[in-house]
């Protein structure tokens, strides 16, 4: 399975501290995708790195690859209480997989 | 707004009872997917479909059917025979069915067992 397992599966900080998340899978992949989800809401797209990127950023998100660990992390700096969600890594190959996500809580 | 619309938001179902959850979506999109999430849990795919009159199952399509008449819409039905339906169903769609494309996601609808 191609399946990204998220870690830590829970993650509680202060506002204003970084986040960071991993993601790591198994088999090869064209890409890799992070989504959040507020509580009982649908998921929203966070940023995609392709296969061949190692570095990516988009506001206050920063994410890695590295295909030779199978592994990609989200960095979120400078928190706020708005960023407490679950998120998700989804790993492209054949179909769109997703793994159990991290539940970020950020205490204001 | 273009945008993917889930209705009911809440719906309950009653023993032996079959149950349609709506997804309709103004995007254009091609390819629709119905996914399930228990709680805590991530998601898990029901049903996709890549174009109007087609639709191929997903790893728990057991107990659930779907059809694909309009572009638009992509109803998901909860038979009798899903024996443990209760959770929360997320509808996305995306342009077209691959996997370089972000999925967009409605807002849901949570299926309770009366």
């Known amino acids: 399975s191609q399946q990204g397992e998220e870690d830590p599966q829970a993650l509680s900080i202060q506002e204003g501290e970084n986040a960071t998340m991993n993601c790591s899978y198994k088999?090869?992949?064209?890409?890799l995708q992070w989504y959040r989800q507020n509580s009982g809401r649908g998921l929203v797209h966070l940023i995609l790195i392709r296969s061949n990127e190692r570095e990516k950023h988009s506001g206050r998100l920063r994410v890695t690859l590295d295909t030779s660990k199978k592994s990609s992390s989200l960095l979120i700096t400078a928190s706020r209480a708005a960023d407490t969600a679950s998120y998700f890594c989804?790993?492209?190959?054949?179909?769109?997989?997703f793994g159990g996500g991290t539940r970020l809580m950020v205490k204001p | 707004d273009g945008g993917i619309t889930q209705s009911p938001k809440y719906l309950f179902r009653k023993e032996g009872q079959n149950v349609t959850l709506s997804c309709e979506q103004n995007?254009?999109?091609?390819?629709m997917y119905w996914y399930r999430q228990d709680p805590g849990q991530g998601l898990r795919l029901i049903y996709y479909s890549q174009i109007v009159n087609d639709f191929q199952k997903g790893d728990i399509a057991e107990g659930y059917s779907v059809s694909r008449e309009k572009k638009e819409s992509f109803p998901l039905t909860v038979t009798s025979a899903q024996k443990n339906p209760t959770a929360f169903y997320l509808c996305?769609?995306?342009?077209?069915?691959?996997?370089?494309?972000?999925?967009?996601f409605g807002s849901g609808t949570q299926l309770s067992v009366l």
């Open positions: 989804v790993c492209a190959g054949n179909m769109l997989t």
């Open positions: 996305a769609s995306q342009r077209q069915i691959a996997t370089n494309e972000k999925l967009f």
């Open positions: 995007l254009n999109h091609d390819a």
């Open positions: 088999t090869s992949i064209n890409n």
